[in-house]
């Protein structure tokens, strides 16, 4: 039977505009075929959920991420998050998002820049600023990559513009992310970021991909990025 695993029961307490969560926790005794369940709740309303068959070494430490599908800030109010073991819960740990407070002098962003992206930086994470996390001009990836972030600045969004973040890898389109800016949850100018992963939990196939930013159908940045392949 696998140990149980150490996560941190302190409350921790985000400021507002949080986008991503990570969960970092040590594991011990973990046996190849052991279902593993990650799960974000709200209140007693669970919200995200994500299963995969544990593949790892049986001891070490493992991060995973959550974050909404549109990119936009988790709300405000009590979180918890809950890791199972072949359904059986082992841990769970609270945090809190705060409200937002908008001061009294605080002018509104000009609103006349026509909508643009800035140049795209790869990393394997991002801080809720929008900081890059081991960002892929820093440290090459390596062959147990499982998520691969594109974070950019943009101005001039407006409400109801449509955008798009396209995956490729050899040339191949493997994934995009459609969507409809919504100014009132990101605002017009500011700093965002698009995520790529295997659904399965899988690490990323080896090869050299690419992202592409649309802004309509107007291509805006692409970035490179490669994945080496395993070693035997």
Not at 6 to 31: P, T
Not at 37 to 53: F, K, M, N, P, W
Request: with cysteine.
């Amino acid at each position: 039977m696998p140990s149980p695993l150490n996560l941190s029961a302190d409350l921790a307490v985000f400021e507002a505009g949080l986008r991503v969560v990570y969960l970092s926790y040590s594991y011990k005794g973990l046996c190849e075929g052991v279902e593993i369940t990650h799960a974000l709740y709200r209140g007693q309303e669970l919200i995200q959920q994500s299963t995969d068959v544990w593949r790892d070494a049986p001891q070490g430490r493992r991060q995973v991420t959550f974050q909404k599908s549109d990119g936009s800030w988790f709300a405000p109010g009590y979180y918890e998050l809950a890791v199972l073991l072949d359904g059986q819960e082992q841990e769970r740990v609270r945090f809190a998002v705060a409200q937002q407070v908008v001061a009294a002098e605080e002018e509104a962003p000009l609103a006349d820049a026509p909508p643009a992206f800035g140049d795209i930086v790869i990393a394997l994470g991002v801080l809720p600023s929008g900081t890059p996390v081991m960002a892929s001009q820093d440290m090459p990836f390596d062959a147990s990559t499982r998520a691969v972030y594109a974070i950019f600045d943009y101005e001039g969004m407006q409400t109801g513009v449509p955008w798009s973040a396209v995956w490729t890898r050899a040339g191949i389109e493997v994934a995009r992310q459609d969507a409809v800016w919504n100014a009132e949850v990101a605002g017009t100018a500011g700093t965002h970021w698009v995520v790529y992963y295997d659904r399965a939990g899988s690490p990323l196939t080896a090869g050299t991909y690419g992202v592409t930013l649309y802004i309509t159908d107007t291509e805006q940045h692409t970035a490179e990025f490669t994945i080496p392949p395993s070693i035997p």
